[in-house]
């Protein structure tokens, strides 16, 4: 475990250098360990692949003799607290069906990834929907989460030209990850599919559907059924 | 109703300092990008460091005011002014209803921050009355002022100088603000190229010394897209080098990225929360309030510090900040 500073308002630490599933799960369970130990002056606590992020105020971490940084005080503080990791157990994530409409309207690259990929379009789809994935880290916009692992044959890089306006609830994929686009956001992913879900809403306390750590399964809809989703939802 | 808004101005904004908590789910913490100015400003006015105020760049609005109102400015001077007639910074103004307060150019810095006493009345969103335009969070409606919107102050308890109102000053001029002011260095925003420290971030080791140096030694100008979310750095292009794969993480307010263009970006108040390109560092937070009061074509110049420095300059600009208020206190209720 590695505590790196994060400029003076900041610290990371460093659970594993490479982002496999033990050092993912291990991130979650040492999030989950530091939001119980509710410290002072802790403004937030960003879990993501190999590293949580924890946003400080150092006012609260001063000591008066200024022997030690803050940044320090706050470390060894974190660093005593530690269990053995081996000891640490992530809570169990939800489990979430997210229904996904994979017919053309809606799944802008669903036919160019599978030649790419030398797949059918069919292939992808049952490849990308029979699996559960894991939530990793939510990022890049509010409630879009990168979920995996992703079957490898499904692993491209992403778009060499971004499109300005992804349409919200658009799944899709780039690198090792499958996420879903909670609003309408400029992306370079390849869309596949989308989910008449609401993704994210600020009205809730809860604002994000997912988290880090809930288990996510695609199940397949047709276009029917997209519309009909979507219009119990307004 | 306390003012109208008759021209909005480039971008205004309604900001408080951030919305914090809610990273984890992907929410950017948002908030005023000079929060110094922020602060101070709310505090000549009698309110509370959570209070709601006006972030207003480059080109300022016109706002016409329905009611006497309690109001301060602090931040960059963008030329505030009623009826034509200049209305000092960095102390309380009361401004007659009826009047207007416009604003004419910058002539220090680039955002100034305008408190109503009680602060700005609008529902917080997710803990925060910041406004994050690029998902429709906080504020008014999410998005930055327009003609027409009206801006309500939360009554405020005491009416502070409240004799100003009696002023042949605020007869004549619409407007009337006591002989003390919080005293702002204006000769420091406008040092260019700005000197901005940080501390050498997770691969600063990696880049080549050459490229440590060239950053460090290098004059940078803030280019054109630069906005809230990000400052995009011009004038000297570095190479990233043996970095290596990098896994997305936390950034912070200050984080100065280095994408495959070589040029930095120095991500801002409206920042997402996790990045995944080398970091050559943190500004230091005492600088970042100078760094937001640059604007596109400013140049600057970057000086790398410890982080137990950094951290004794937050300190010294939280004693700073509380003696201010001290004061502040002091004049308002004298």
């Known amino acids: ?234 | 109703m306390t003012a109208e808004v008759i021209r909005a101005g480039l971008l205004t904004t309604v900001q408080d300092r951030g919305r914090f908590g809610l990273q984890h789910f992907g929410v950017p913490a948002s908030g005023a990008m000079d929060a110094y100015a922020l602060q101070i400003a709310n505090r000549l006015v009698g309110n509370a460091d959570a209070a709601a105020a006006l972030e207003i760049t480059i080109t300022g609005p016109v706002l016409k005011f329905a009611a006497d109102t309690l109001i301060a400015l602090s931040g960059g001077d963008l030329e505030p002014m009623v009826d034509d007639k200049p209305v000092p910074m960095n102390r309380p103004v009361w401004i007659a209803h009826g009047r207007r307060l416009a604003f004419g150019r910058c002539n220090a810095g680039c955002r100034t921050y305008l408190a109503f006493a009680g602060g700005i009345d609008v529902a917080p969103v997710l803990g925060s009355r910041s406004t994050y335009v690029r998902a429709a969070l906080g504020g008014v409606d999410g998005r930055a002022l327009k003609a027409g919107d009206r801006i309500v102050a939360v009554s405020n308890e005491i009416a502070y100088c409240a004799a100003l109102r009696n002023s042949a000053a605020f007869l004549r001029d619409g407007f009337a603000a006591p002989r003390w002011s919080v005293q702002v260095q204006f000769e420091r925003l406008m040092l260019r190229p700005q000197r901005i420290r940080f501390v050498a971030g997770r691969h600063w080791e990696l880049l080549a010394p050459g490229v440590r140096e060239q950053f460090t030694s290098g004059t940078f100008r803030v280019g054109a897209s630069s906005d809230r979310m990000g400052y995009r750095l011009e004038g000297v292009r570095l190479e990233s080098g043996e970095c290596g794969d990098i896994a997305s993480e936390a950034v912070a307010f200050g984080t100065i990225q280095l994408p495959p263009d070589g040029n930095p970006i120095v991500l801002m108040a409206d920042r997402q929360t996790i990045g995944g390109y080398p970091r050559i560092g943190e500004v230091a937070s005492a600088d970042l309030p100078l760094l937001a009061q640059l604007k596109p074509g400013d140049t600057l110049r970057f000086e790398c510090i410890t982080l137990a420095d950094a951290q004794r300059l937050v300190h010294a600009q939280a004693v700073a900040l509380k003696q201010i208020e001290a004061s502040i206190e002091t004049s308002l209720n004298a």
């Open chain 1, 1 to 234: 475990m590695n505590f790196l500073p994060l400029g003076d308002c900041g610290l990371l630490v460093e659970v594993g250098a490479h982002a496999d599933a033990e050092t993912i799960s291990r991130v979650r369970a040492l999030a989950d360990h530091l939001a119980q130990l509710d410290l002072p002056g802790i403004r937030d606590l960003v879990p993501a692949l190999c590293t949580i992020g924890i946003h400080y105020d150092p006012e609260q971490w001063r000591d008066v003799t200024a022997k030690r940084s803050p940044y320090e005080i706050l470390a060894a503080r974190i660093q005593k607290s530690l269990p053995d990791l081996s000891a640490l157990a992530a809570s169990d994530g939800q489990a979430r069906e997210i229904p996904v409409c994979y017919e053309a309207d809606y799944a802008l690259d669903l036919a160019s990834l599978a030649r790419m990929q030398g797949l059918s379009p069919e292939q992808v789809i049952e490849m990308h929907s029979g699996v559960q994935y894991s939530v990793y880290m939510i990022g890049f916009a509010p409630g879009f989460a990168y979920l995996g692992p992703l079957d490898e044959r499904l692993t491209v890089p992403r778009r060499e030209t971004p499109r300005t306006r992804v349409p919200a609830g658009s799944v899709a994929v780039a690198n090792q990850y499958t996420g879903i686009y909670p609003g309408a956001l400029p992306g370079g992913w390849h869309v596949i599919g989308r989910t008449p879900l609401r993704l994210f809403d600020s009205s809730c306390s809860q604002p994000s559907l997912l988290r880090a750590g809930d288990q996510v399964r695609f199940t397949p809809i047709g276009v029917a059924e997209f519309r009909r989703l979507q219009d119990a939802k307004q």
